[in-house]
């Protein structure tokens, strides 16, 4: 059998090499960098040189940037650390936030995943209270990006903040925080390279952060606990191999391209969701009825490809994706539909393997299918 293919970078991304390197000289040191000692003081120096590495990734200032242990975590300090009554956030937004605000008011999707920039205008509107506007960069599941400029300049008229989740985005498209206008920008390490558990969150001048976590005060008193060295370290050497290979990770559209044109050849009925609109250039979320999503990647693992079912933050669970019924999607086609991502070591035959191996399924299944139908 020819060797695994791995097509869900939007899970998580191979270790890049340079963050290997930071991680492993990072565990040779000791030292606490709260310790005053030469050892610590060591150990300070490498958190602060990752800070402003991933505030460079970010377009931030690098006492902006305020170390979490994921994008997770980043996601819930941003919406509970700011003293917010009201809160706004896109139905496709990711679980984290979801989840992190179960209470607040769903701005709409229209059939290509983007904001439905009228519903939030008439939300703001609505009532005068203090409001937080939470609104992702780029979908997790789709690829699809926002019209981030235009909901500041709603959000802005209105007297409301603005977070957005650019762990997906960041790595993939140049970020520049204070462009955007926003106040708060969450990322995670292990989506662009970096090793898993540690995160970020940029803070913008002027916004008042409560810590989710307290202890000794680190993080400029907004984040609690020892800082995750290594991790930080791996972060910061990720975050800078990845803002250089920006031009690298938009040429992945090419090769998006010719799997979605092959998907459509094998396919006709098959739909792509966002297709019709910006996206990641990594990512495809498709669909065929009658096709279900978790058959999809048990078969294609078993032929040696990884891909996903939506999200992959779900506990290894396959549900139909809150995202694409937000979209419009009917049950069957949220339940049926894929996720494959690319990435910074994609190698050029990932794709035919990939049609090679979702083409025997469709032939099987389609044939099944003929086979169940009644005699005329």
Same mark, same amino acid.
């Given at each position: 059998?020819?060797?695994?293919?791995?097509?869900?970078?939007?899970? %998580?991304?191979? !270790?890049?090499?340079?963050?290997?390197?930071?991680?492993?000289?990072?565990?040779?040191?000791?030292?606490?960098? #709260?310790?005053?000692?030469?050892?610590?003081?060591?150990?300070?120096?490498?958190?602060?040189? @990752?800070?402003?590495? =991933? @505030?460079?990734?970010?377009?931030?200032?690098?006492?902006?940037?305020?170390?979490? #242990?994921?994008?997770?975590?980043?996601?819930?300090?941003?919406? @509970?650390?700011?003293?917010?009554?009201?809160?706004?956030? $896109?139905?496709?937004?990711?679980?984290?936030?979801?989840?992190?605000?179960?209470?607040?008011?769903?701005?709409?999707?229209?059939?290509?995943?983007?904001?439905?920039?009228?519903?939030?205008?008439?939300?703001?509107?609505?009532?005068?209270?203090?409001?937080?506007?939470?609104?992702?960069?780029?979908?997790?599941?789709?690829? !699809?990006?926002?019209?981030?400029? &235009?909901?500041?300049?709603?959000?802005?008229?209105?007297?409301? /903040?603005?977070?957005?989740?650019?762990?997906?985005?960041?790595?993939?498209?140049?970020?520049?925080?204070?462009?955007?206008?926003?106040?708060? /920008?969450?990322?995670?390490?292990?989506?662009?390279?970096?090793?898993?558990? !540690?995160?970020?969150?940029? =803070?913008?001048?002027?916004?008042?952060?409560?810590?989710?976590?307290?202890?000794?005060?680190?993080?400029?008193?907004?984040?609690?606990?020892?800082?995750?060295?290594?991790?930080?370290?791996?972060?910061? @050497?990720?975050? &800078?191999?990845?803002?250089?290979?920006?031009?690298?990770?938009?040429?992945?559209?090419?090769?998006?391209?010719?799997?979605?044109?092959?998907? +459509?050849?094998?396919?006709?009925?098959?739909?792509?969701?966002?297709?019709? %609109?910006?996206?990641?250039?990594?990512?495809?979320?498709?669909?065929?009825?009658?096709?279900?999503? &978790?058959?999809?990647?048990?078969?294609?693992?078993?032929?040696?490809?990884?891909?996903?079912?939506?999200?992959?933050?779900?506990?290894? +669970?396959?549900?139909?994706?809150?995202?694409?019924?937000?979209?419009?999607?009917?049950?069957?086609?949220?339940?049926?539909?894929?996720?494959? $991502?690319?990435?910074?070591?994609?190698?050029?035959?990932?794709?035919?393997?990939?049609?090679?191996?979702?083409?025997?399924?469709?032939?099987?299944?389609?044939?099944?299918?003929?086979?169940?139908?009644?005699?005329?």
């Amino acid at each position: 059998m020819a060797h695994p293919v791995y097509m869900d970078y939007n899970a %998580t991304a191979p !270790v890049r090499p340079e963050a290997a390197a930071a991680v492993a000289e990072a565990l040779a040191q000791v030292g606490n960098a #709260s310790s005053v000692h030469g050892f610590g003081r060591i150990a300070r120096g490498r958190i602060e040189s @990752a800070r402003e590495q =991933v @505030a460079a990734l970010a377009g931030a200032r690098p006492e902006q940037v305020v170390f979490t #242990s994921g994008g997770t975590e980043a996601n819930n300090l941003a919406l @509970a650390g700011v003293d917010r009554p009201r809160l706004l956030v $896109s139905a496709g937004e990711h679980d984290s936030v979801l989840q992190a605000a179960p209470r607040a008011e769903r701005i709409a999707l229209d059939s290509e995943g983007r904001i439905d920039l009228g519903a939030l205008s008439r939300l703001l509107a609505a009532e005068r209270r203090p409001a937080l506007v939470s609104v992702m960069l780029a979908n997790n599941e789709t690829g !699809v990006l926002q019209p981030l400029a &235009e909901v500041v300049a709603l959000a802005r008229a209105q007297g409301a /903040l603005v977070h957005t989740d650019a762990v997906q985005a960041a790595g993939k498209i140049p970020l520049d925080m204070a462009a955007l206008g926003v106040d708060l /920008l969450s990322l995670s390490a292990h989506k662009l390279g970096g090793p898993q558990g !540690v995160g970020a969150l940029a =803070v913008a001048d002027g916004v008042a952060l409560a810590p989710l976590i307290r202890g000794g005060g680190q993080e400029r008193a907004r984040r609690g606990g020892t800082e995750n060295l290594a991790g930080i370290a791996g972060f910061g @050497a990720a975050a &800078e191999a990845a803002a250089g290979d920006l031009e690298g990770a938009a040429r992945l559209s090419d090769r998006r391209g010719r799997l979605e044109q092959g998907l +459509r050849d094998l396919a006709p009925e098959a739909r792509v969701f966002g297709a019709g %609109t910006p996206r990641l250039a990594n990512t495809s979320c498709f669909a065929v009825p009658g096709l279900a999503g &978790e058959t999809q990647v048990m078969a294609l693992d078993l032929a040696g490809v990884a891909v996903s079912a939506g999200s992959a933050c779900s506990s290894g +669970r396959v549900r139909a994706s809150h995202v694409l019924r937000a979209m419009g999607a009917s049950e069957e086609e949220a339940a049926s539909a894929i996720r494959v $991502s690319l990435g910074w070591r994609s190698e050029a035959g990932d794709v035919e393997r990939f049609l090679e191996a979702w083409g025997r399924l469709y032939r099987r299944c389609a044939g099944s299918a003929r086979a169940a139908q009644p005699a005329a």
